[in-house]
């Protein structure tokens, strides 16, 4: 099974506000960027569409090591809240509608294709991918804003 390294963020100016996202997927020492852009979102539907739109991006079953600074996308996963809304009729904890639900259900059927393993990596740090990413998410916006 191929190995792909993907790191993802997310940015928004504003919260909502216009948003960006990115992603870099790494492969037997090949490199792509994914960016994408909306007019008015949150960061958290940006950090999630970064996720989403690296694992479709995959042409088959892959064993995937996903990084990301979002502590709600890793979380989600790793600590079960995906599977515990989906057992809830897609209700959190606390008995509220989970947001970004569409993000979740499509994020969820990529998941299923793969195995991932999730990686926390600190915001803003010293680790080189995750601050070439944060930039492509910024400039995604940016140039989402230089349109406007």
């Known amino acids: 099974m191929k190995h792909v390294t993907i790191y993802t963020d997310g940015s928004?100016?504003?919260?909502?506000?216009?948003?960006g996202w990115a992603a870099i997927l790494c492969c037997?020492?090949?490199e792509?960027?994914?960016?994408?852009s909306a007019p008015q979102t949150t960061?958290?539907?940006?950090?999630?569409?970064?996720?989403?739109?690296?694992?479709?991006?995959?042409?088959?079953?892959?064993?995937?090591s996903l990084y990301t600074?979002?502590?709600?996308?890793?979380?989600?996963?790793?600590?079960?809240?995906?599977?515990?809304w989906q057992k809830r009729g897609w209700i959190t904890a606390s008995?509220?509608?989970v947001l970004n639900k569409d993000l979740w259900v499509a994020l969820w059927n990529e998941v299923q294709r793969h195995n991932i393993?999730?990686?926390?990596?600190?915001?803003?740090?010293?680790?080189?991918?995750?601050?070439?990413?944060?930039?492509?998410a910024v400039q995604a916006c940016n140039r989402l804003l230089e349109k406007s």
């Open 43 to 64: 960061n958290n539907r940006m950090e999630l569409t970064a996720a989403l739109q690296a694992l479709r991006a995959l042409k088959e079953r892959c064993k995937v």
């Open 28 to 30: 037997k020492g090949h």
């Open 69 to 84: 600074d979002s502590q709600y996308l890793r979380r989600a996963f790793v600590d079960g809240w995906i599977v515990a």
């Open 95 to 97: 008995g509220n509608p």
């Open 32 to 36: 792509r960027e994914l960016l994408g």
């Open 117 to 136: 393993y999730w990686f926390k990596v600190k915001a803003h740090a010293d680790d080189k991918l995750n601050n070439r990413v944060d930039r492509l």
């Open 12 to 19: 928004c100016k504003g919260n909502p506000g216009p948003g």
